[in-house]
Each structure stands twice: as structure tokens, then as C-alpha cells.
């Protein structure tokens, strides 16, 4: 009996030793995991990177930065206490500390932290990258434009225009594919192997009904129209003027009884009838008219 009594009380020394460690260990909280210093180059800009947050991933600006002896540019989402200048390439002197926290959502990580400049040169930095964005990204999370266009024709010889939309490589670019990103600000041009071709920012704002031409009625988009807009897509190395333009209907999807929150289409119309009088005035052109449809 008196065995058996003295079994139990070791049980429960050891169950609360072993609880009150455990405490303990929770208690600890934040550990540096690992610390060092080192140089580090860093471009005159800062170019588009993907970042995660509390396990979302987000399209933004990042540094774009060389380590001591490397031979390629690489992203670094933030330097804290660094004062950043466009159009300088810096030469500077970081920490980096690495961080373990288990009460955290995201129980490991890593900061890094600017000590001091080393040198600033204003130059354009050589080599860099387009974007630091991973092409598993366009496709997990970016909207893009459907290349598959459609289109409507109201012309006495409309074989002719057909044709020229058929093989106009603007327009019908099967490998070609553009991608939105971030809060759809951004816009790249990739091929099939992901390598990205152009790449510009969208401007996009409200538009009236009314300011759209009649020409769309030949080329109603499908679902229920919820809204206007217009999309500007701008080259990063163009202007505002040389910008190509859409006119957008926000489309929502046909009326039905479900309680699903309605998905949203946009699809993008170029009203092209002007260009086609002039370039086949016999044909008697009254109405040529180019939708995409976009897929999120």
C-alpha cells in the first residue's frame, strides 16, 4: 500500500515538474535564433515582389539587393531605419536577426535592420531583373485576360476585316497572356514560360453608360451588368497618351435564387469601327466591335 502510495505521489511530481517546464518554455516567448552583419548593395529602384503576411501573399514593391561576392540581384521585402532614395545605388552595412516565437502566427522570422551607409552613387544600377514576382503566383493568385477574343462586324465585305483581326498579333496572341496583379494596379505581359514581356501599371475609373458606344449593343457581354468603367493600360517605359484603352462592364453573374456571393467578371471592349472605315473605306463599315473576357 504504502509502494503504491508512493508510486502515485512520484506521478504526480513528475506531471507537474513537466507542466510547469512546459510554462516556463511558453513563457520564454521570443528567442534570436541567429544574428550577423554584412554588406549589401542596393539598386537605384525598387522593383515588384511578392510578400507573405500572416499566410497571404501580397504583390508590392521590394529592395532589390546584392550580397558581397554574388553575381545576381535578389529581393529583400524591408530594411528597417533605412532612409531610401530612388535613383541612387547604395552600399550599405545591415543586420539580419532571426527570431523564433511560438505565440506568433508565424512562429519563425527575420529582420533586418540598416546600420550604415558605406557609399551612394547616383547611377542606374546594370542587370536588373524585370520583377521578383515567382511565376507560381500569376497563376494561383492574379487575374488575367482571356486571349480568346471575341468579336462583331457590321460591314458589307466582312471577310476582309476578319481576316485583318485574325491576324493582327496585338489582338490574337495565343502565347502571350496578361496577368493583373495586386489590387489590380499592376499588369504584366508574360509568355508561355512565363517570362515576363511587357509590364505597366492600370489606371482604371468610373464611366457612364451612356459614354459607351452603340456598337457594343452588336456584342452584349454575358451575366448581369453591375457597373461602368474604363481601363487604361500604360506601359512602364510609355506615357499616359500611348496608353491602350478599354472600356469595362463589370458583369456579375446571371440572376438565380442561390445564396453564393456573386462572382465578378469584367470584360473589356474596344470599339474599333473608326479605324476599320479608314482603313477599308469600300467596305462600307458601320460597326466593328472587340471584347476579352477576364478570368479571376
Known sequence: MKTTKLLGILILFFCTFGFISCSNDEKEGRKITDYKEYAL?????????VVTSCGNY?????????KEGATEWEALPAIEGFEYEPGYEYKIRISETSYLDYTMGDPAWTEYH???IISKEEKTSANLPLNFIPAWYYEEFCAY????????IDADQEES??????????????NLRCYITGRFE????????????????????????EDFPEAYRLLPPKGNVLGYMQWK???????????????????????????APESVVPWLYQDLTVYYQNKYP???????????????
Open 41 to 49: 548593395t542596393v539598386a537605384s529602384e525598387k522593383l515588384p515582389g
Open 145 to 152: 485576360i482571356d486571349a480568346d477574343f471575341q468579336y462583331a
Open 233 to 259: 493600360f500604360i506601359k512602364e517605359s510609355g506615357s499616359k497618351e500611348n496608353a491602350t484603352q478599354y472600356d469595362v462592364f463589370i458583369c456579375g453573374k446571371a440572376v438565380s435564387k442561390s445564396p
Open 282 to 296: 469600300e467596305t462600307n463599315v458601320k460597326a466593328v466591335v472587340i471584347c476579352y473576357k477576364m478570368k479571376i
Open 186 to 209: 499592376n499588369w504584366f505581359l508574360l509568355d508561355t514560360e512565363k517570362n515576363v514581356v511587357e509590364q505597366g501599371i492600370l489606371k482604371t475609373e468610373r464611366k457612364d453608360y
Open 58 to 66: 501580397n504583390q508590392v514593391d521590394v529592395y532589390a539587393v546584392m
Open 114 to 116: 540598416f546600420l550604415e
Open 161 to 174: 476585316i476578319e481576316n485583318d483581326l485574325m491576324a493582327n498579333e496585338v489582338l490574337s496572341s495565343p
